[in-house]
């Protein structure tokens, strides 16, 4: 099967590339940012803002992962428009290219809608698919990964809390906790995520969104016809901050400093995250495997391996 990847070069996006293409897949790679993880897929340089382009790479591809897109909470408060044009326009000429030429997508979303412009606009996309389904039968999935971690996750301006804390701790710095530290995570192994996507793809036909008459919404418009044939992807428990960093620490076998900083703008304390696999496993038998413990060690190995490059902003 040919399979596009849009947002192929990032954290997620690199390691659908290597799934797919271990199970025997022919994978391109659709993103503006440059290949860092070497691997067999084709790579097309474009934008997904690019409407003609984005027409032409989709027509030549079976099937479309949306990866792609500008992330961060507090790092787009600041920027809502250009978020918006490269989400909302992005997300939507991958709906309009897949719906023309008959393709199949499934559409990367995330869990939690806080107010800032990454969660709006990747919320704001999930309605858009809901449209597109009822409106012009685009055959599409959605599916919600977790707080993903592991090997690859971009220590960068946009502060994901694995690789943060651990360049951190490797660093002789104190883990930075926003917060209280009472907020809840569903820490999912990126490996995981590549699995229950790789498995959504193989059972696409059960997996997808359908169509329903029963679109009676409430006065919030939650529709939650559609809202329930999401698929969240998760280790399916919920650990807080704190604890957290307690495994981390244990996975890094040095003490660490704790250094407690206020919210940061688009984030709210105390907010709860576990993942209901339950319709993923019904669906497609999909059960998360990576202990987190192993997952941690795994991850840390991998920042103490490449510490000068990620010090040089080179991973």
């Not at 293409?21 to 790579?43: C, K, L, S």
């Not at 418009?221 to 329930?228: K, L, R, S, T």
């Not at 919920?238 to 206020?262: C, F, M, S, T, Y």
């Amino acid at each position: 099967m040919n399979i596009l990847i849009t947002g192929g070069s990032g954290f997620i996006g690199s390691h659908f590339v290597d799934t797919f293409i271990e199970r025997g897949h022919r994978v391109t790679v659709y993103d503006r940012t440059a290949q860092v993880h070497e691997h067999r897929a084709a790579f097309i340089h474009g934008d997904l803002k690019d409407r003609q382009s984005v027409e032409e790479v989709v027509r030549r591809h079976d099937f479309v992962i949306h990866a792609g897109g500008v992330l961060g909470t507090h790092e787009t408060v600041a920027a809502p428009a250009a978020t918006a044009q490269e989400n909302i326009i992005g997300g939507l000429n991958i709906l309009d290219a897949v719906t023309r030429y008959g393709n199949r997508l499934i559409n990367i979303s995330k869990p939690n809608v806080w107010l800032n412009p990454y969660s709006i606009t990747k919320d704001c996309v999930e309605k858009f698919c809901f449209m597109y389904v009822r409106e012009f039968g685009t055959k599409l999935a959605i599916i919600k990964p977790f707080n993903v971690y592991g090997p690859r996750q971009k220590y960068s301006r946009v502060q994901k809390a694995i690789p943060t804390w651990i360049v951190q701790a490797l660093t002789a710095r104190p883990l930075e906790i926003f917060g209280s530290g009472r907020a809840t995570m569903d820490l999912v192994h990126v490996k995981d995520i590549c699995d229950g996507t790789a498995a959504v793809l193989e059972q696409f036909d059960a997996c997808r969104i359908n169509d329903s008459d029963e679109v009676a919404v409430d006065v919030w418009g939650n529709f939650p016809a559609y809202n329930h044939q999401v698929l969240e992807i998760g280790s399916g428990e919920e650990i807080r901050v704190q604890d957290a960093i307690v495994l981390l620490q244990a996975a890094l076998g040095i003490e660490v400093d704790i250094k407690h900083l206020p919210m940061r703008r688009g984030e709210i304390d105390g907010t709860r995250l576990r993942a209901d696999n339950s319709r993923l496993m019904r669906l497609t038998g999909y059960r998360p495997k990576v202990d987190l413990g192993d997952g941690l060690r795994e991850t840390v190995a991998y920042y103490r391996a490449n510490l000068d490059r990620i010090s040089r902003g080179e991973l």
